[in-house]
């Protein structure tokens, strides 16, 4: 038995208490500043308000104040907070956990820089760990799983990345059941690198039920240009993955198996949609009340590298059709005209 | 304008007298000694009656006996049977044909030999022409395209293959429209195997259905675990194009593409789900009244190959643990046990 610390009560944080908790370790989830009501709620209730099942019995829970009870003591910690949690996770939350606990991420996201590069939250994390002199290990969660299928004990394969395998393999001792299978890779920067490349093409797929749904009616799907850009996108997603120096084929599939279950998955394909049947993306953002599209910005930040890198001659613009259309229409709200015939190649 | 003629008169090789005729070519359908009624009911109504459209104006039908008169100064011949034509095509249509008129086939499958090789249908029939000194250039469609959504008009990207680009691109100025985008490659084994490793692969992505229509109830889909065979099928498949000496990026999606589509098309989707809800193949066929399920062949031919490659130490089993699966359930009529640790790696 090991004892868990999940930082962040959001849905993905929460649907890791499940297997935490099932493998018979002692689960405490603490929740951010914003995560006050699902902590009272959860306590209360015994069930996280967004969840339709109970969370398995004998969880623990803390209100942010009470982080450092919920750390001591810890195995390990889960990091559950989103992208717009990351500053708070790096500045208040790592710092206060001692050097001796790996530390577990599920936060996806990558961060573009001015020269081109794209860093990935850990990058970012251990500058920060590093000018602390702080010596804890990061690692983090890639792969297709979204948390209400985890909840359900839909069989769920997602890979965890860090830099030392040994800390791999206890963190997956710690956190494998039946239902959550775990691969192991030292390749952080490959699998952060496919499980955030994927959101900007499930966009993509999602705007060809938009336009078809214009075209044909709403009651009529079409699986042809779904599959169409399904594969220009794992076709640039490699690309991208051999820019990060992280082309291979384990990183390749996980992308495709997380961009697979993204294209079925709530608000991407939701804006996805509404842009194939022919809003911009202000209409679009405003029909889901300003929800703020957390997914899409990677998408806009990975295009801003891919430019600065066709600048320099490291990148070649006709390698990325589909992200580049997809950037115009989040960025200079441009129309869905999607470029079909530049994905046509000659071999 | 050129003269296309269609021999075969199912729904593939029908559909794709739509973009053939639509780009101001003159269209000759052939039935097939099978298509007697298609081309009686075609020439009739002007409408396939597998089909919701008419098909479009000034199109000619042909029954067999009158194929002659349709080869007769076409620019192409398309080849549109099933894999059960395979040798009808073989031999009785392609020695009818002239040298100088290009074939495109848009038949779908693999060939195994004692020894571990995977044959395309264009290997096979190359053998026949070569016995018989015929010099006919053989082309092939594959890539993501289901019939019904071609002749609705959804974008669509395919991939022609043969070994001459010259005529592949010629073959594409006939064929290509505005909804049917069209890839040339000179590497017909990439192309052809890829599109038909997909099935098998289908059909594990299916299981998931089934099993999770058993465990949680038919109204509740879950899309974890179809993700976590989409990636894991991805992986095997690339693999195998590396064993077809073709494991390029552009294969590769054409399948994972193709792939995608075939999650959604009909009979192998159906048998999936069957399958993952608890029968076993024999119970799945009867329930599905008898049906042939040209695709599984495949399935179970490379699983075939991959078993004599293992004896022969060139391949490793546990490279392709989803395909051996799948050939258990097809061959040897095993239950559905999906070996989910088996996809974990450490990398």
Redesign the interface.
């Known amino acids: 038995m090991a004892v868990v610390t999940i930082i962040g009560a959001g849905m993905m944080g929460s649907a890791l208490a499940f297997p935490a908790r099932e493998n018979g370790n002692e689960v405490r989830l603490v929740g951010t500043p914003l995560d006050r009501e699902i902590i009272d709620v959860s306590r209360a209730t015994g069930r996280h308000p967004k969840f339709k099942k109970d969370f398995p019995a004998g969880l623990k829970y803390y209100q942010v104040e009470e982080m450092a009870d919920a750390i001591a003591g810890s195995d390990m910690i889960i990091g559950g907070v989103s992208s717009f949690g990351v500053d708070w996770f790096g500045d208040v939350v790592l710092p206060a956990i001692p050097d001796e606990i790996p530390v577990l991420s599920v936060t996806k996201g990558l961060w573009d820089t001015e020269d081109g590069k794209l860093l990935t939250y850990l990058d970012l994390w251990q500058e920060k760990l590093d000018a602390l002199g702080k010596k804890l290990v990061l690692n983090a969660i890639g792969?297709?799983?979204?948390s209400y299928?985890?909840v359900?004990?839909?069989?769920?394969?997602v890979?965890f990345c860090g830099k030392n395998?040994e800390v791999l393999r206890k963190l997956k001792s710690i956190m494998a059941t039946d239902?959550y299978?775990?691969?192991?890779?030292?390749?952080v920067t490959g699998i952060e690198s496919a499980v955030a490349l994927k959101n900007g093409y499930a966009l993509g797929v999602a705007l060809?039920i938009g336009?078809?749904q214009k075209?044909?009616g709403n009651d009529?799907?079409?699986?042809?240009?779904?599959?169409?850009i399904?594969?220009?996108a794992?076709?640039e997603m490699?690309?991208l993955l051999e820019y990060q120096g992280s082309g291979?084929?384990?990183n390749?599939?996980?992308g495709?198996?997380?961009l697979?279950?993204t294209v079925?998955?709530g608000r991407t394909r939701l804006v996805g949609i509404l842009l194939g049947r022919g809003m911009n993306i202000d209409e679009a953002k405003a029909e889901l009340n300003g929800v703020t599209l957390e997914s899409l910005v990677v998408a806009v930040r990975v295009a801003r590298a891919i430019k600065i890198c066709v600048k320099k001659g490291i990148l070649d613009l006709k390698d990325f059709p589909l992200l580049m259309h997809v950037d115009e229409i989040l960025t200079d709200k441009k129309a869905v005209n999607?470029p079909?015939?530049a994905?046509?190649?000659?071999?």
């Open positions: 792969g297709p799983c979204t299928e985890l359900a004990h839909d069989q769920t394969e890979a395998m239902y299978h775990v691969s192991l890779s030292t390749d060809t336009l078809n075209a044909f009529e799907l079409h699986f042809n240009s779904q599959a169409a399904f594969g220009q794992v076709k490699s690309r291979t084929l384990d390749l599939c996980v495709a198996g997380d697979y279950v079925y998955g999607i079909w015939e994905f046509t190649f000659e071999a």
